[in-house]
């Protein structure tokens, strides 16, 4: 075998993490005995009808390249593309199949190692090229699937809120995809539907909006973005603060898109001010705007009590 042919099959492979199909592999010039020559020899390996791997080439999402090229209108989906995408799951299991979503009629599809899941609404919109020749359906359609799955109300409610507080996707594009997908009565849709309702009390506010509006109304005298004692360098910078009367004062600007692991941590943050004898306040949104006169006294008359306590 030349060269050439050999530099074309590792070309071809390498754009899909050392997958190639026949019929790639045929368009950028390799015969059909010169791949049957390399099956034999262990340079290629079948993984499939018309599918082959380059052992050399072959990386952890290869078995999601094999899993796509096994049908021209597959895509990774369900809890494959919640990790393809990032989203807090848990590490597949050794040997776990990789599920893929098809447009119904989706012909004979059987390869080992994948779950085939047909649908009947499944449009451009929901797939999106996740990497480079890596098709997946998108954030939205994948949380709207994990809903069919076993997954817990919690962990799906996590998913989700951890796709919005990075930016990564907003309610209404969740809201978007249910409708897309036939709404409430496709399987999965309606326990989203119900998340998104539950979650959904308005746009999130901007933090740095909110802290400054809390400078305007109570930054005078306190020092902003201050370093209390127990900040090792990393973790523990705070709003805004009063070193005399050992007050923080942090700006929650965080509604339906804080995670559950957020509010944990600023649970812990809180503890870790008590144990060295500070108080945190934190003040919302709507305490700035709608009663900022009281939420003013109220920061004031606690900030006055402990300085006389101190002195």
Not at 41 to 53: D, K, Q, T, V, W
Not at 86 to 100: I, K, Q
Not at 152 to 179: F, K, P, Y
Not at 206 to 229: A, M
């Amino acid at each position: 075998m030349s060269i050439e042919t050999e530099r074309a099959i590792l070309d071809v492979a390498s754009r899909s993490a050392g997958i190639a199909t026949r019929a790639e592999l045929r368009a950028a010039g390799v015969s059909d005995r010169t791949i049957s020559d390399r099956a034999r020899s262990g340079g290629l390996a079948r993984c499939g009808p018309g599918l082959y791997a380059v052992p050399t080439l072959l990386t952890g999402e290869s078995r999601y390249h094999r899993a796509v090229k096994a049908h021209r209108r597959a895509a990774v989906s369900h809890r494959s593309a919640a990790r393809l995408w990032g989203f807090p799951m848990a590490p597949a299991a050794d040997g776990e199949p990789v599920d893929v979503s098809v447009p119904r009629p989706a012909g004979r599809l059987r390869l080992d190692g994948l779950v085939v899941h047909t649908t009947r609404r499944c449009s451009a919109d929901d797939v999106e090229e996740v990497r480079p020749g890596l098709l997946a359906t998108s954030r939205a359609r994948t949380i709207v699937d994990l809903g069919s799955t076993d997954l817990s109300d919690r962990r799906l409610r996590h998913i989700l809120q951890s796709a919005i507080a990075a930016g990564e996707l907003t309610l209404g594009e969740v809201a978007v995809c249910i409708e897309r997908a036939g709404g409430r009565g496709v399987e999965g849709s309606g326990r989203l539907a119900k998340l998104v309702e539950s979650l959904d009390d308005g746009e999130p506010i901007p933090e740095s909006e909110l802290e400054r509006l809390l400078s305007d109304l109570v930054g005078g005298g306190l020092c902003r973005q201050f370093r209390p004692p127990w900040y090792d360098g990393r973790r523990g910078l705070v709003d805004f603060a009063d070193p005399v009367s050992r007050t923080i004062v942090e700006a929650d600007g965080r509604r339906w898109h804080a995670t559950e692991q957020a509010m944990q941590e600023d649970r812990r943050r809180d503890r870790v001010a008590a144990a060295n004898g500070w108080i945190v306040l934190r003040v919302t949104w709507c305490d700035v705007v709608h009663r900022p006169s009281a939420t003013a006294a109220e920061v004031a008359t606690v900030m006055a009590r402990r300085t006389a306590r101190a002195s």
